[in-house]
């Protein structure tokens, strides 16, 4: 801790922070400040990678003698970083401040570098620790660092995601061969009541066809009766 003035403002522990890495899960760092003086000292949190940490709260007023824990929450992280280093770096700033001094919005110079002001400023460093549950953490260590083995649990992923895909493809076919199904059980019974009126209407037309055929044949026309000659007198 390097300090503008006399005597340490506040106390850090610990000064570094250590995550437990774990791929896709956040994971966090608890920061417990102590106020060391009978005055009221503000705090601010900075950091040289803001886009990868949550810092609640990042700035505020410490009673004196009263302790403030500061929670600094890593983003879920998608790969291992080379070797399981960090660079990432905090930087904690203090400095007295009024007693009055609104703990919500503190004033823009608050922490501004001016003569005769006490401002300290306490560095703390990002160290990234694989988990013990997994196994031994020196072969952790060599597993994460190698570049192969994160190609193989991106590659496991891929195949992970396409079997999900297939599965889900799967059971839309399953559903379309089920709503098939129940429309080929409907149609033959039509096809079975199509082929009954069509059997009817041929019986039907048989009929009509026999009757036709049995019917007698219309008289033919009367034969017409040849008329006599007319009878000749005998000579006497």
């Not at 599965?167 to 199509?194: I, N, Y």
């Not at 069509?198 to 039907?204: E, K, S, Y």
């Not at 026999?210 to 009878?231: G, V």
Request: charge should be positive.
């Amino acid at each position: 801790m390097t300090s503008g003035g006399g005597n340490n403002l506040i106390s850090v522990d610990p000064e570094e922070l250590r995550f437990q890495f774990e791929l896709e899960k956040p994971m966090h760092c608890d920061i417990k400040v102590t106020n060391t003086t009978d005055k009221h000292v503000a705090f601010k949190v900075k950091t040289t990678s803001p886009k990868k940490y949550f810092v609640r709260p990042n700035t505020g007023v410490i009673q004196p003698r009263d302790i403030c824990t500061i929670r600094v929450t890593l983003q879920a992280q998608v790969e291992y970083p080379p070797d399981m280093q960090c660079k990432d770096k905090f930087l904690l700033q203090s400095t007295l401040v009024p007693a009055n001094t609104d703990t919500e919005e503190l004033p823009q110079n608050t922490f501004s570098k001016e003569p005769g002001k006490q401002l300290e400023e306490c560095k703390l460093k990002v160290c990234y620790v694989a988990r013990t549950d997994q196994g031994n953490s020196d072969d952790n260590l060599k597993q994460n660092s190698d570049p192969s083995s994160n190609q193989a649990i991106q590659t496991a992923r891929a195949a992970r995601d396409s079997a999900v895909r297939e599965v889900t493809q799967l059971q839309q076919e399953l559903d379309m061969l089920k709503k098939r199904r129940q429309r080929s059980k409907a149609s033959p019974g039509f096809s079975l009541r199509l082929a009954i009126a069509a059997g009817l209407i041929g019986i039907m037309v048989g009929f009509v066809l026999k009757l036709a055929l049995s019917s007698p044949p219309p008289p033919p026309p009367p034969t017409p009766t040849p008329t006599p000659p007319p009878a000749t007198a005998g000579a006497e």
